[in-house]
């Protein structure tokens, strides 16, 4: 997070004044009243503060997190509250007081989410205003949760990238390089190895939380078995997120169910520069985000850190159960979850990962190697893209891959870029065998496959992108896959003995009707975020046929 002194006032970065006709566009949708002066109308930790755009009078929005009371944003006459959070479902991050009697149009964030939906350039003005606010409190560093913890404990790192990655804005402290912490240790009353602390504005202080706590405390986590959804999506990467988009959109009661964290694999990108319209590229995160964003506009339920566990097929729908002993319904099933990075077969490597030996390379693991020499092993383009983005802020990146050259399994653009970065060194055929270090890495060993000769090089981190297996365990036998368990669909299953109806399938449609594949599980997929973008809102087209009958 930047030091606060270096990031411009709120009022500077979330200027919200809406015109007249916008007013009156959103008046349907909102309950006039007039409220006294000092009169909170939320507070930092509520999960269901409303909407308020000022009529008459004056809104200041508080900061209470340093034990006093400062005000970061004035809002007068036609200027709103919020951020994120509220269409999110998220808690607060900050407290709202009337200065003085003022009257306010109050909209409930479920009326908000409408709102938006129904009036799209309303709706693409708050939440341009929204944005930039989510964005100057990330900056600011001025959270509403607070992580405390070693940058070399696992759980910390953990806890660290699923905030992260689903977008709620937090504060750490390093316990190795923060002075406060003394005076933190004390007033939480806890030990070292209680640690990761978190702290939730307004709710308490937990001593390291699991991701399905953090999920409900933060209200990431979404009741899904109170309905039976036309679409139910079992993953939340590209593919999932753009199903969700588009039969969102197109008026399908749709909930996404996902592991983690909305991004999937591609959520771990640094930069995706050959995606259509993004000329400078965007990260894998902010693609997730937006696409989130999108997808409960248009009314879609998504809901993390769950698991799906198994399926059971019924005439007419499919029942998905759930880690947390849910089970969730839909006409049609969409299966997105995308493969995982496969582990690296080095010795001791196991022992380090979370603490040194990392699957993604984000802000957050950048920030526990800057200046330091850093280790990245894969030739496809995430290797590639975490291999740059690194770059920017560690020492040295070395790249080790097995092919011969990048171009065998990396964009040409990504290989030149890699190519003409000084600091980032290649070693084709070659391999990591050893990882070494006492409660971090230190080095690891490199073995050149052609010679057989062994290197040890100096490492603080060591990020793995190489292979990938396909999340497909818990699937039924009904469903048809590959020897490698990809998902066969389309002409693969047509003449398949599984496959029961005399049309022939979609294209899309695995060996049992009504259930999709899109995406990296998809046997014969190409390994693209525009691809598995493309193939998600082609299900949609599917997912109609079907509901037709």
């Not at 959103?26 to 002066?37: C, D, H, K, M, N």
């Not at 040194?356 to 990245?376: D, H, K």
């Amino acid at each position: 997070m930047s030091d606060t002194n270096e990031t411009p006032p709120a009022e500077e970065v979330s200027s919200s004044e809406l015109t007249p006709e916008q007013i009156g566009e959103l008046e349907p949708y909102a309950r006039l009243r007039t409220v006294s002066g000092g009169e909170t109308l939320f507070a930092a930790g509520d999960t269901d503060a409303a909407f308020y755009v000022v009529e008459e009078g004056e809104i200041e929005v508080c900061d209470d997190s340093e034990g006093k009371r400062q005000v970061i944003a004035r809002h007068g006459p036609r200027e709103f509250t919020g951020d994120m959070a509220v269409l999110l479902g998220r808690p607060a991050v900050f407290t709202a007081v009337t200065r003085g009697e003022t009257t306010v149009h109050e909209i409930a964030p479920d009326v908000l989410r409408r709102l938006v939906s129904d009036h799209p350039e309303l709706g693409n003005r708050i939440l341009e205003a929204f944005l930039a606010r989510r964005e100057w409190v990330e900056d600011a560093g001025r959270g509403g949760v607070t992580v405390i913890g070693s940058r070399y404990s696992p759980d910390t790192l953990r806890v660290r990238d699923f905030l992260s990655k689903n977008q709620v804005a937090f504060t750490w402290i390093d316990v190795e390089n923060d002075r406060r912490m003394e005076r933190l240790i004390r007033r939480f009353r806890v030990q070292p190895e209680e640690m990761p602390i978190v702290t939730l504005r307004g709710q308490g202080i937990y001593k390291n939380p699991s991701n399905r706590r953090l999920g409900r405390l933060l209200k990431i986590t979404q009741p899904v078995n109170r309905t039976v959804y036309d679409l139910l999506v079992v993953g939340g990467g590209p593919a999932g997120l753009a199903a969700a988009v588009y039969g969102a959109s197109e008026g399908l009661k749709t909930a996404v169910i996902e592991a983690n964290a909305p991004g999937g694999q591609a959520g771990a990108s640094s930069n995706i520069e050959n995606y259509l319209g993004f000329p400078q590229g965007l990260s894998g995160s902010e693609l997730a985000d937006r696409a989130v964003i999108q997808a409960q506009k248009f009314g879609a339920t998504i809901t993390a850190p769950v698991q799906a566990v198994g399926m059971s097929l019924q005439p007419g729908y499919t029942t998905v159960r759930l880690d947390s002993g849910e089970r969730a319904v839909g006409r049609c099933v969409l299966i997105a979850t995308g493969a995982r990075y496969r582990r690296l077969p080095a010795q001791n490597c196991e022992n380090f990962e979370g603490r040194g030996v990392y699957y993604s390379a984000t802000v957050v693991e950048a920030q526990l190697c800057v200046r330091q020499p850093v280790v990245v092993v894969g030739g496809g383009n995430s290797a590639g893209q975490a291999a740059v983005f690194l770059a920017e802020s560690a020492g040295k990146v070395v790249l080790v891959y097995v092919e011969e050259t990048l171009e065998q399994n990396m964009s040409s653009y990504l290989a030149t870029r890699i190519d003409k970065t000084q600091n980032i060194e290649q070693r084709p055929q070659s391999e990591v065998i050893l990882v070494d270090g006492v409660d971090q890495i230190e080095s690891v060993v490199v073995r050149d496959n052609r010679t057989g000769e062994e290197e040890r090089l100096p490492a603080a981190a060591l990020f793995v992108f190489i292979g990938a297996e396909p999340h497909t365990a818990w699937l039924p036998e009904e469903i048809e896959t590959d020897e490698a368990g990809f998902i066969l669909t389309g002409p693969e299953v047509a003449n398949s003995s599984k496959w029961p109806l005399s049309r022939q399938p979609f294209y899309l449609e695995t060996s049992c009707p009504g259930i999709f594949a899109a995406g990296d599980v998809r046997a014969g997929s190409v390994k693209r975020v525009a691809a598995a973008v493309g193939e998600g809102s082609m299900a949609i087209h599917f997912v109609h046929q079907v509901l037709a009958g």
